[in-house]
């Protein structure tokens, strides 16, 4: 799968849910293609709504860094080598977990972005997203 498409979203999307109900909680799941651009978003019922633009910064972030959102914290921080990253691109940069990016032959073609609960609930929904991406190549 070389091209995120509506309906490789929709995939992404059901088996992130399912990992959220798994995990008991609520969540938004956000899909973009390799330009960052929007492809699908579902908020699952009771999902913060403040986590809609979240979730979508998440994954456009993934795309726009070419890494997780996770691994960028520690290096964001005060007196770090990308202090003052968050206040770039209008404040669209997330530096906290939940957002991947879609690699497929080395290239990152999309990316997914998951909010509505700890960071760490939000990375294990996401990376179902990115499992079940690497199951359709």
């Given amino acids: 799968m070389s091209k995120v498409t509506l309906e490789v979203a929709k995939k992404l999307i059901e088996s992130a849910e399912q990992e959220a109900h798994r995990l008991g909680v609520a969540m938004i799941i956000a899909v ?6 929007f492809v699908a978003c579902q908020r699952m019922d009771d999902g913060w709504l403040a986590s809609v633009e979240i979730a979508q910064s998440k994954a456009w972030t993934a795309v726009a860094l070419k890494t997780p959102t996770s691994g960028l914290a520690e290096a964001t921080v005060p007196g770090a080598e990308l202090y003052g990253l968050t206040t770039t691109n209008s404040g669209r940069i997330i ?13 990152v073609v999309g990316g997914v972005g998951v909010s509505g609960s700890s960071w760490e609930n939000d990375v294990r929904v996401a990376e179902a997203a990115v499992a079940a991406f690497e199951s359709l190549s």
């Avoid at 973009?32 to 651009?37: R, T, Y």
């Avoid at 530096?95 to 290239?107: Q, S, W």
Wanted: hydrophobic residues 30%; negative net charge; glycine residues 32%.
């Fill in 32 to 37: 973009v293609d390799e330009g960052g651009n």
């Fill in 95 to 107: 530096v906290f977990g939940g957002g991947i990016p879609l690699v497929k032959d080395g290239k």
